[in-house]
């Protein structure tokens, strides 16, 4: 909508509203289903680009802008000890992600790992869940 809004594509921009509607209403129906189960809503797509901004473009087109909104609310808000950010074997907007976490681990001063999976358990990855377990674990005893 925003491409079509800047280059004057009123077709695309009508096209890509209706796209827009109708992924809203899929989502609502979606989510009115799953409220039971989860008691945590997620952000609108607009809501995630502004916090993302902050770090990488909304306009480059990467799954990595979503991702990173997502992360950071998680990170600034009280209810979450951490982020555990899971991505395909060699995704480049996931290790665009991966590359940026450990600054945003140490800006909130909390735990930011990232796994990759490809369809087989990892030792690495399980070593990575021990030491951010381990890493919650201490600062609950430290009173953070």
Same mark, same amino acid.
């Given at each position: 909508?925003?491409?079509?809004?800047? $280059?004057?594509?009123?077709?695309?921009?009508?096209?890509?509203?209706?796209? @827009?509607?109708?992924?809203?209403?899929?989502?609502?129906?979606?989510?009115?289903?799953?409220? @039971?189960?989860?008691?945590?809503?997620?952000?609108?797509?607009? $809501?995630?680009?502004?916090?993302?901004?902050?770090?990488?473009?909304?306009?480059c087109g990467?799954?990595?802008?979503?991702?990173?909104?997502?992360g950071l609310?998680?990170?600034?808000?009280?209810?979450?000890?951490?982020?555990?950010?899971?991505?395909?074997?060699?995704?480049?907007?996931?290790?665009?992600?991966?590359?940026?976490?450990?600054?945003?681990?140490?800006?909130?001063? @909390?735990?930011?790992?990232?796994?990759?999976? $490809?369809?087989?358990?990892?030792?690495?990855?399980?070593?990575?869940? $021990?030491n951010f377990?381990?890493?919650?674990?201490?600062?609950?005893?430290?009173?953070?």
């Amino acid at each position: 909508i925003e491409d079509a809004t800047r $280059d004057k594509a009123i077709f695309k921009k009508i096209t890509g509203s209706l796209k @827009k509607q109708i992924q809203l209403h899929d989502e609502a129906s979606i989510s009115r289903e799953c409220k @039971k189960a989860l008691d945590f809503k997620e952000l609108a797509t607009e $809501d995630l680009l502004k916090l993302s901004s902050r770090l990488i473009s909304p306009r480059c087109g990467s799954e990595a802008v979503l991702s990173l909104g997502s992360g950071l609310e998680w990170m600034e808000n009280p209810r979450f000890a951490g982020v555990i950010s899971v991505m395909p074997h060699g995704c480049m907007p996931g290790g665009i992600v991966a590359a940026m976490s450990e600054n945003i681990s140490s800006h909130y001063s @909390k735990p930011w790992i990232s796994l990759t999976y $490809d369809g087989f358990m990892e030792s690495n990855n399980i070593l990575k869940l $021990d030491n951010f377990a381990e890493i919650l674990k201490f600062c609950t005893k430290a009173g953070r």
